[in-house]
């Protein structure tokens, strides 16, 4: 009888020991509008998609909330002379299946993101090889001198080799191509989570990952992460007011007064290293979804004036964004190595008249009609962007028709380069000027749609990734600035400004490019 009893009270202390909250599974419920779209981290060169894959992958340099660079799978790197850098790796790492990381999945990775399928070649432009010098080192070889080599290799994400070999994944999804493979929906990472369900717009989780190597520097207690993709704004808000998610990445504006007084809940603002625009086909002979046959409006410079001058920057800021935008004049934000600060302030005048009478000069008095993409759940209010621009164009002629739809059908259009005018919004990783020229005006830029080739600029980008005369840099990306500002390369609209809404019983500091970083994360 004393033996039974004892028994039952030891059984009876172990539930009480595990139903008490020290024992208690933190779990974190979050949302946003669009879900990732890809599980593979070199196939889409997207900000959720990166922000996904940096919860299970890690590169050898990374960034904090702050923006500050850290060691991360590297622990140290050096010039070792004009053409080579060397870094140094962290030893004793493991990827989430046991495998230890080592130098050839540091070389694997590399050329993974350099192949034709990836849309991170762009980061690394001056990469010509990268060789393991043994288990610890590795060089990597650079066409000429590199000045921001670690700023360029914070989103190259390593894979293991033998993983990928197993899984038929050496090479990056093709994407545009809607090509399946084991990567999408699955992932071997070294980072601080482990992907443990993947249900593309459905559901996500990831859960601690407790052999993490940064877990003593970054002691999270966050121990599974469900992230849900809720399209409808009110329905994004109710889930946070009624409990059912802890966390939403976008609330929608209008409802922020409403979020914060709520009791449990707070806000969280900063301005995003990410800026909206408009991109116009100004290299095909004719556009496809324009009634003018036989030759290209948006060839004509002119008509690229005339349309900035009609986008009215303020009522889109005061009206759409109810003030959480910057105007702007430039496709890059404050914080960007290089950021034209004059040139930004220089916003085109709203001047409907003149930009009649400049599309009369370019020969279309009567305007013309064009196809507007956009995406409905990327950028913050941008289908309703959207909008607002299709009355403004329609002021002076040009009759805009709207398509709306998701960013997993917006985006393969404009890697094919198959539209005429397209919104699209660029943040800066690198946190360098060199990034925006080589993907957005640079010819053959991976996601430079517009057609545009400017043999100076061509030159200068070149130039720019290889000078190390810091001065001389700067003279150059200040005059690569200026000329494609002149030339209306694109219809700049503003800077984003990020809100980020929460329980209070949530730290989680917010990060400018909209990332949010949950090994910084805790729970009460």
């Known amino acids: 009888m004393r033996k039974g009893f004892i028994k039952i009270l030891l059984v009876t202390a172990l539930i009480f020991l595990m139903s008490t909250p020290a024992m208690a599974e933190k779990v974190l419920r979050w949302a946003s509008q669009g879900d990732a779209l890809t599980y593979d981290p070199m196939s889409q060169n997207e900000g959720p998609t990166i922000s996904a894959s940096r919860q ?56 993974r993101a ?34 921001i080599m670690p700023d360029q290799v914070t989103n190259i994400f390593i894979m293991s080799k033998k993983w ?77 007011l009624s409990g059912e998610v802890d966390f939403v990445l976008d ?39 324009s009634n003018i046959k036989g030759k290209n409006p948006f060839k004509d410079k002119r008509v690229r004036q005339a349309i900035n001058m009609a986008i009215d920057r303020a009522s889109i800021q005061k009206v759409v964004m109810r003030g959480l935008s910057v105007p702007c004049a430039v496709i890059t934000a404050p914080g960007v190595h290089g950021y034209p600060q004059e040139l930004d302030k220089n916003l085109p005048p709203l001047d409907l008249e003149k930009a009649k009478k400049l599309l009369a000069e370019a ?19 941008d289908e309703a962007i959207g909008q607002a621009t299709v009355g403004m164009l329609g002021k002076i002629g040009i009759k805009v028709k709207l398509v709306s739809q998701s960013k997993a059908l917006h985006f393969p259009k404009i890697s094919k380069k198959t539209s005429d005018f ?46 190390t005369n810091l001065s001389k840099r700067d003279g ?38 909209d990332s949010p970083q949950f090994r910084f994360g805790r729970m009460q």
């Not at 010509?128 to 060089?139: E, F, M, P, Y």
């Not at 020969?363 to 759940?377: H, I, K, R, T």
Request: glycine share 6%.
């Open 476 to 513: 150059m990306i200040a005059e690569v600035w200026k000329i494609v500002n002149d030339d209306v390369v694109y219809i700049p609209i503003h800077h984003q400004v990020i809100v980020w809404a929460m329980k209070k019983n949530l730290e989680l500091p917010i990060d400018a490019q």
């Open 251 to 289: 609330p929608p504006f209008q409802d922020l007064a409403r979020i914060s007084s709520s009791p449990n809940l707070k806000t969280q603002q900063v301005s995003q290293i990410r800026s909206i625009f408009y991109g116009l086909d100004q290299g095909s002979a004719e556009l496809r979804s």
């Open 114 to 147: 350099m192949s034709p399928t990836s849309e991170f070649k762009g980061y690394i432009p001056s990469v010509v090889d990268v060789k393991a010098v043994d288990n610890s080192t590795i060089h990597i070889i650079t066409s000429g001198p590199n000045p």
């Open 56 to 111: 299970v992958y890690e590169a050898l340099v990374i960034r904090d909330y702050r923006q500050q660079k850290e060691p991360c799978l590297a622990t140290s790197w050096k010039v070792l002379d004009p053409k080579t850098w060397e870094f140094k790796l962290r030893q004793g790492v493991k990827f989430h299946d046991g495998t230890p990381f080592t130098a050839e999945d540091v070389v694997f990775s590399f050329k």
């Open 164 to 240: 990928c070999e197993k899984h038929n994944s050496v090479q990056p999804q093709n994407f545009k191509e809607k090509q399946e493979m084991y990567t999408v929906r699955n992932a071997n990472g070294t980072g601080p989570f482990k992907l443990e369900l993947r249900e593309p717009d459905i559901k996500t989780i990831i859960v601690k990952n407790p052999d993490w190597w940064g877990l003593k520097q970054n002691p999270h207690n966050i121990d599974r992460i469900i992230y849900t993709p809720i399209t409808n704004a009110a329905t994004r808000v109710a889930a946070l």
């Open 363 to 381: 020969g279309y008095p009567n305007g013309f009609e064009v196809n507007l993409d956009v995406p409905n759940d990327r950028y913050n209010n």
């Open 422 to 467: 397209y919104m699209l919004g660029w943040g800066v990783p690198t946190l360098d000027s060199a990034y925006v020229f080589s993907y957005l005006y640079q010819k053959g830029g991976q996601c430079n749609a517009t057609g545009y080739d400017n043999p100076r600029v061509n030159e200068l980008t070149k130039a720019i990734n290889e000078e």
